[in-house]
T-cell receptor, first 111, second 115 residues
């Protein structure tokens, strides 16, 4: 039981490049979410999903796409990276109220 | 919209001293409230949570928090801190969404422990 896994751990992109941050969980959780963490701003919700095929926007969705084709995976796509997207990204999954488990994070730098 | 305020950006406490981290929230209904801890370079770990019932909540690592509806507060306390408690602490409020909750986090309080 690996919990919530995220890949890669670190990534450097150039402005305009695209990439996908991977998130997977093996707890059969319906609810998954993506947050970004910036200094002095805490964590902010980007997108979330309440089950396969269902996604919705959070507080800061612009510049990010998500899809949920399986219960296990919830990838986050940056279509055209911008320096403002330099951040640490956390994926989380939840099996019910008060049970959110966070992954170890992906540190992204956009030059 | 829900919001969370952590008024203290950075707190320094001597090892063995007591600790209180402040958290104020804004939410229309009865809130789900959480405290998370993040060690450097790590993900977030849940310390404790409040949904309903007893307003004094016990968590892991000797932490507790008290929900005070009249003050819209959910302050975190520990009677005697250890050097290993040095970390960043986040208060969060959850909005119920189809059996789970969307979390809104405060900006965090960084805790430094001095010998």
């Amino acid at each position: 039981n690996a919990g919530v896994t995220q890949t890669p751990k670190f990534q450097v992109l150039k402005t305009g490049q695209s990439m996908t941050l991977q998130c997977a969980q093996d707890m059969n959780h319906e609810y998954m979410s993506w947050y970004r963490q910036d200094p002095g701003m805490g964590l902010r919700l980007i997108h979330y999903s309440v089950g396969a095929g269902i996604t919705d926007q959070g507080e800061v969705p612009n510049g990010y796409n998500v899809s949920r084709s399986t219960t296990e995976d919830f990838p986050l796509r940056l279509l055209s990276a911008a320096p403002s997207q330099t951040s640490v990204y956390f994926c989380a999954s939840s099996g019910g109220p008060g049970t959110q488990y966070f992954g170890p994070g992906t540190r992204l730098t956009v030059l | 919209a829900q919001s969370v305020t952590q008024p203290d950006i950075h707190i320094t406490v001597s090892e063995g001293a007591s600790l209180e981290l402040r958290c104020n929230y804004s939410y229309g209904a009865t809130p789900y409230l959480f405290w998370y801890v993040q060690s450097p370079g790590q993900g977030l770990q849940l310390l404790l949570k409040y949904f309903s019932g007893d307003t004094l909540v016990q968590g892991i690592k000797g932490f507790e928090a008290e929900f005070k509806r009249s003050q819209s507060s959910f302050n975190l306390r520990k009677p005697s801190v250890h050097w290993s408690d040095a970390a960043e602490y986040f208060c969060a409020v959850g909005e119920e969404t189809r059996g789970n909750e969307k979390l809104t986090f405060g900006t965090g309080t960084r805790l430094t422990i001095i010998p």
